[in-house]
C-alpha cells in the first residue's frame, strides 16, 4: 500500500469550492487503485486567515507543509480583503520559491464537448514549460523620490542555472512527445535578460539535436496561439510569458476553469504543488458554479508526477466522456453546477470500478 | 497649402514593399485633398545597412531626422543579418526614446471582410494606449559572473511621470469614445512595478470621475482580449503588456499584416512615428505578397494625427470597401498581390476624387 501525504491548501474564493470536489475524486481513485491511499490534511490559510493573523500563513507554515509529498491548492487572493502582492508573495510564491518549485507545467489542448472561441482550432495539444522561480518575479527593487519624481524600479533576475534547468526540462520532455521545442523571447525589445535567455537555449539545443527548436517573440508567439496553436508542442518560457501564455492556452481550449498546472520541485527536496491555472474567481463564489475541471484535471498531474499514469489516463477519459455528454458548468456553456459534474464523474468513476476495469492496476 | 515633409524609413523585409505602397496612397489623398501636400525624404537605414557601416543609422541620424514632420517607418529586424536587440535599439527603439514618443496608440477594430480567428467575434473596437518610452523596455542591466554562476540582471524602470502621462493620455482619449479605460496590471506577481502602477492608476482616475475603470491582470486580460474582446474601449498598458496586447489584439482582428499603430511626441519638440504593428516578416520578404493594409491604415493614423480625420475616415473606409469585395493578400485567406491591393485602393480613392467628392475639403 502506497499513501501519499497530502497538504490541501483550498485557499480563496472558488479555491474552497473546487478542492474538496477534487479531493473527492482522488478518493475515489484510491478505491478504484485498491493500492494508494491519500491522506489529506487542510489549512486555512488565505486571505480571511491574513485578517485575522496578520500574515497568510503561520510562521512556521512551510516547515507544517515540509514533509508532505504533495500540496493541493485550489485559489490565492482576494482583492477586496489583501491586496494581491501581500497575498500572493505571502503564500502562493512563496510556497513555490522556498520549496524550490523551480518548474511549473501547463498543458493547453483540446477537449471534447468544451468549445473552444477559435473558429477552426485543429487539433492543438502543447504544453508550457514556464520557470517558475525567479525571472520578472523578483522582490528585487523598490522606489526612491517623491510625488511627480517618484521613480520605481523592478528587477528580473535570470540566472544561468535556472534558465538552463527550465529549458532542459522542456527539452527532455519534448524527446517524449513530438520532439519540438519552442523558446518564448523577448529579445529585440528587453535589452540584458531575453538575449542572455536566447544563448542559453542556443547552447542548451545542442545538446538536443534530435530535437527541433524555433524561437518566438512574446507578442507574436501570443498572436500564434491564437491563430495556430497546432504548430506548438513544448514551449519554455520566462515566469510572466509562461504566467501569460498559459492564460491564452487555457482561454483557446474554453476556458480557464479546466486548465491543469503543477508546479514541480525537482531536487526532490520539497513537496511539489498542484494548483490550477484559474484564480479564486471573486465573481463566482458561492453560486456553487465553478468549474471543478481545472482541480480534478489538476489532480491527474498529481498522479502522474507519482507514476501513477494508467490511472490519471482513466480519469482524463472520464472527465472528457463528461463534457462530451455536455455535462458542463456555465463558464463552458452548461447549466450544471459544481457538484453536478463532480458527482457525474464521481459516478462514472466509481462504475469502472464496479465493472471491474480496476484489475489492471 | 499645408506641406508636411515626412521622413520615409522602409527599413528591413516587407517594410521595403509596404511603405512605397503607402506613400502612394498619400499621395493620391493629397490630390484629393487639394490643401495637403507630402514631400517624402526616404532613408535607407535598416540591417542591411548595418552591414555597410556599423551602425543602423550614422551618427548624426537623429539630427538628420529631426526637423521633419513626421516619420513614417516600415519595419526593423533581419535575424539573419543583425541580432534583434542591436538593430532595434539601434534605430526603432532610439527614435522612439530619444524623440520623446512617450505614446503608442494602437486600435483593433473588426474589418468588415476580414475573417477573424474568432468562432464569433462581437464588434469589438478597442484601442491600447502603450507607454512607449521607459518600463521593461530598458537598457539598465547587464550580467554578472561566469559560466554556471552567470546572472542576468534586468531593469524595469517605471517612472511617475511616464506612468501618468500614459494614463492621462488614455482617459482623455476614452473621453472621446465609450468612456471606459482599463489598466493591464501584474501586480498579483511583479512586486515593486505593478503596484506602482495601480497606485498611479487609482489616483490618475480620480481626476475623472466620468470615466469608469477596471484593472486586469495581463495574463487575465490577454485571455479576455480572446473571449470577450468587445468588453474593452481603451486599455493602458506598460510597454511590455501594450506589445503583447496589440499583436493579440491584431491577430483577433484577422492578422498582423493590417493593424495601424503610431508612436506619439506629445510635447510637440520631435517628430511623431508612424508603423503599423507587423514586423519585418522574413519568411514572405521578396514574394509581393505583404499585406500593405498595415501600413495604408497607419498612414491614416497620421493624417488623424494632423487634424484630416475626415481624409482619414475615407481612406479607412475605402480600404474597408476593398476588403469587403475580397481584394486580399494570402494572410487574409485571399490571392492578392501587395500591388493588387494597393493599386484598387488607389483606383477607388482616385474615382471619389474624380465624382467631385472632394469638395467637402
Ligand atoms: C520590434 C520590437 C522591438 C517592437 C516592440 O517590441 O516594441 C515591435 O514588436 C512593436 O510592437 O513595435
Ligand atoms: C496569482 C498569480 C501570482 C499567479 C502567477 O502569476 O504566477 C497566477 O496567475 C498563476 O498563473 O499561477
Redesign the pocket.
Known sequence: MKTLKIANIPGDGIGKEVVPAATEILKTLSDIHGGLRFEFTSFPWSCEYYLEHGKMMPEDGLERLKDFDSIFLGAVGNLKLVPDHVSLWGLLIKIRREFEQVINIRPAKVIDGVRSPLLNPKDFDLIVVRENSEGEYSSVGGKIFQGEDEIAIQNAIFSRKGTERAMRYAFELAKKRRKHVTSAT?S??IFHSMPFWDHVFEEVSKDYPEINTDSQ?I?ALSAFFVTRPERFDVIVASNLFGDILTDLGAAIMGSVGIAPAANINVNGKFPSMFEPVHGSAPDIVGKGIANPIGQIWTAKMMLDHYGEEELGGILLNVIESVTRDGILTPDIGGKYTTKGVTDEINTRLKAIDKKGNNAEF
Open positions: 523577448k529585440n525589445g517573440h507578442d
